[in-house]
Every structure is written in structure tokens, then in C-alpha cells.
């Protein structure tokens, strides 16, 4: 959702799907130095021990970067996972 908030609460200007599926959750945030909004969160597998009285089975997504574009918010890779892709050497 993006929109503005004031003393009594959160007006919705618009709402949307920003992951589709049930295995993004408890997503977390946090700004950086340079102004962007960096968001992290746990993702399901979907072999889940857990729902058989197993361990739990999970792992942190990589960092999305948030923004509003036309009032709409947009998700994508941080853009250090692209500076991190064309760093990598190649497997042998």
C-alpha cells in the first residue's frame, strides 16, 4: 500500500500484490545511508517439516529495494546483488 499518514492513522492511496504466494513473510526494512529502502524476509519451503511436527525449514530472501513510482509500489533486486553477479568468478 502506499499513501500518507497523519495523527489518527494511515490513508491507502493505492493497494497491490508486491509478492504473489504464501512463502514471503515477516518482512523487515530499513533505510540506508544513500536513501533507499533495502527489505528482507523469510521464505518458506515448500518441504515443510515443521507442518509434520519437524524442524522448521526457512532461509532470509535476498534484499529487495523499495520504491514509489507514480504513487505505486515498485520491488526489485538491491542493486548490490548486481554489482555482487558481475564480480563473481565463475565456477570451474
Not at 502506499?2 to 526494512?29: C, K, L, M, N, W
Not at 533507499?36 to 507442518?51: C, D, L, N, V
Not at 529487495?64 to 558481475?86: D, F, I, K
Request: charged share 20%; with cysteine.
Amino acid at each position: 500500500m502506499t499513501g500518507t499518514t497523519s495523527g489518527i492513522g494511515f490513508e491507502v492511496r493505492e493497494a497491490g500484490v508486491v509478492d504473489v504466494g504464501d512463502r514471503f513473510y515477516a518482512p523487515q526494512s530499513y533505510w540506508t545511508a544513500d536513501g533507499r529502502r533495502i527489505q528482507f524476509g523469510w521464505i518458506r519451503t515448500h518441504y515443510a517439516p515443521a507442518a509434520l511436527s519437524g524442524p522448521a525449514v526457512r532461509f532470509m530472501s535476498l534484499p529487495r529495494e523499495l520504491s514509489v513510482h507514480q504513487g505505486r509500489l515498485h520491488c526489485e533486486s538491491a542493486t548490490e546483488l548486481t554489482r555482487l553477479r558481475r564480480a563473481a568468478t565463475p565456477c570451474r
